[in-house]
């Protein structure tokens, strides 16, 4: 899946594209959530958009206990701009999924939102940590060969992906990189790089 919603994120996202939350972990919980939705009647429209939102607003890598809460108002701007394929229900599905998806304690009957939660922690595997399956919420999910599954789960990014990481990482580099012709504003302390 790749389109413009993917481009709206990315374009906003504040961490480097290849960090521990970016496109390779909405891959992998795209890919993830895919495989626990089978036989089931969960929405795979909001579970795809799940993984790409849920962590669009992260402000770093490790504590953000807001992050959630902002990627679920993100969620309602994008959908009042007419920008995502939801009806009221789906939408109402994926705010509560994001808004909630870092609470352990969070709770839902709702299987789409489950699998939501699920897929992002069955990806914990990324930073080194086992997922508990007390933390899980879907039979299918607290199964030790899903778990063992979801550590060897590999994503093969597509060409075009392939090529839309390289040209956003090399757009930021020169985003942030000092060029001959650049300018240096010093205000209050605070270096600023001025492109030429
Ligand atoms: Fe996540």
């Not at 550590?151 to 060409?159: A, E, F, T």
Request: hydrophobic content about 40%; proline content about 3%; some cysteine.
């Amino acid at each position: 899946m790749f389109g413009y919603i993917h481009q709206i994120v990315v374009n906003q996202f504040q961490l480097d594209i290849n960090s521990d939350h970016g496109f390779r972990h909405w891959e992998k919980i795209e890919k993830i959530g895919i495989y626990l939705a089978k036989h089931t009647k969960a929405d795979i429209t909001v579970i795809k958009l799940f993984a790409l939102l849920h962590d669009s607003k992260r402000e770093n890598e490790f504590d953000d206990p807001l992050h959630g809460i902002r990627a679920a108002q993100f969620v309602e701007e994008l959908f009042k701009k007419r920008l995502l394929p939801l009806t009221q229900f789906q939408l109402t599905q994926l705010i509560y999924a994001c808004k909630f998806h870092s609470d352990s304690l969070a709770k839902s009957e709702d299987m789409t939102v489950q699998i939501c939660w699920d897929s992002d922690r069955l990806d914990l595997w990324r930073i080194g940590i086992t997922p508990n399956p007390l933390y899980l919420y879907t039979d299918t999910a607290k199964k030790a060969k899903t778990i063992l599954w979801a550590k060897n789960l590999k994503i093969n990014h597509s060409q075009k992906i392939k090529e839309y990481i390289k040209e956003e990482f090399e757009r930021r580099q020169r985003q942030f990189t000092w060029m001959p012709g650049d300018l240096i504003l010093i205000r209050r302390g605070k270096k600023r790089l001025i492109k030429q």
